[in-house]
């Protein structure tokens, strides 16, 4: 309970609040002047206040959180879906640089088996995706895709001649 008590002089103090009352004079009673402020002790078992927090303030707490989190975990989701759609974008840019030294090398593009060897796809990737690689009968064309294992994601591509979809996962 918080009660207002005017302090006007020390003597009104002292009876109200006797800790007060010592602290006042202690410094021989000056610079008590009440200029029309008001004084707040609160006051709880054995006078001396409450240490901790009211369960209305805890809940008022635990609100504002709640609602903030509500807010921002889906935009955090969908940001970490997209950084990790431009990852795998980034992956296919790395398969596709592997795919002509290859071809500089065999004559043809290789399939994602032979990509592999050299290159695995990242494990964070790897847990999203999985790598396709088609590759034209005679080997002078393939199509990199990274196909999602889950139904809520498209798949990112690129090809030989340099078609990249969908647009708004590259760099």
Known sequence: MVEHLPLGSATDVSATCPI????????????VT??????????????????????????????????????????????????????GALALLGYASLQQRLRLSSGQYQTADVLQKFRALPKRLEEKYSLSVSVSSGGAYYLLSLLPNSANAEPITLDSVGRRAPASVWP
């Open 20 to 31: 007060l009352h010592s602290v006042i004079t202690s410094k021989g009673g000056q610079g």
């Open 34 to 87: 009440n200029y029309g402020w008001s004084y707040s002790i609160r006051r709880g078992r054995g006078g001396l206040g409450n240490a901790g927090f009211t369960l209305v303030e805890v809940l008022i707490v635990l609100a504002i959180v709640a609602i903030l989190s509500a807010i921002a975990l889906p935009s955090y989701s969908a940001h970490q879906q997209r950084a990790l759609a431009t990852e």
